[in-house]
């Protein structure tokens, strides 16, 4: 989520790149002061808290970050149960499945019939996963971006896999998450030989194409 503790915490949650886990560090931290900004899970940054005490955001090697999405839309609806221990699968019914299933029906209604057309190719490509599908589902990923970028207020639903640089201001203090330590708490679920590597070098060029900025503002290689 991105959170706020009034007049001091200012936390900007971009998708996949650790903020489940800062979120309940600083709900350890502050209690009930942490609250959600008013527009919501992943809220880009609002100017409108520049004076607060730290602004701050974790961001993530974008190869390593749109692989975990894919994965995890393949582990909320399509893993079995079995490869799944309770404690993810409890965390997956807390935090993600019971918000998406009362969110779904507006977005759902408020569509164009292109998002849909996107959302059902995209459910093809994370249903049946496998490195020729995951670089199937980043070129649609990057469609969607193109398509927000000219349409301001489109492709409301896509918004996780924009890139990382859009929800931020030159005056965020930027964390990486691979310098982070300590526990993590939203670890995504892996299937019994399953290898990451063959699908990040498969999607190596597509993502070097899409987040250039990324891998540059943030010295990715």
Known sequence: MTYIVPE??????????GGTSEKYKLRQMYGNDLIEVPTGKHSPYDKK???YDCIYTHVRNPHTRMLSMYLFHFELNFMPEKYIDKERNAFLDSEHRWKISK???RQWRNMTQFDKTMMHKMKQLHNNISPDNYVKWLE???KG???????????SIARPFLQQHLWLSDNVHVKK??????????????????NDDEYIEAGRSTIQQYYSEDLRRFEYE
């Open 8 to 17: 001091k915490v200012y936390y900007i949650h971009i998708p996949k790149a």
């Open 49 to 51: 808290y520049a004076h």
């Open 103 to 105: 969110l779904f029906g």
């Open 140 to 142: 649609l990923v990057g």
């Open 145 to 155: 971006n193109g398509y927000v970028e000219n349409y301001p207020g489109a492709w």
């Open 177 to 194: 998450i691979e310098d982070e330590q300590g526990e993590k708490l939203n670890q995504t679920s892996r299937m019994p030989e399953h």
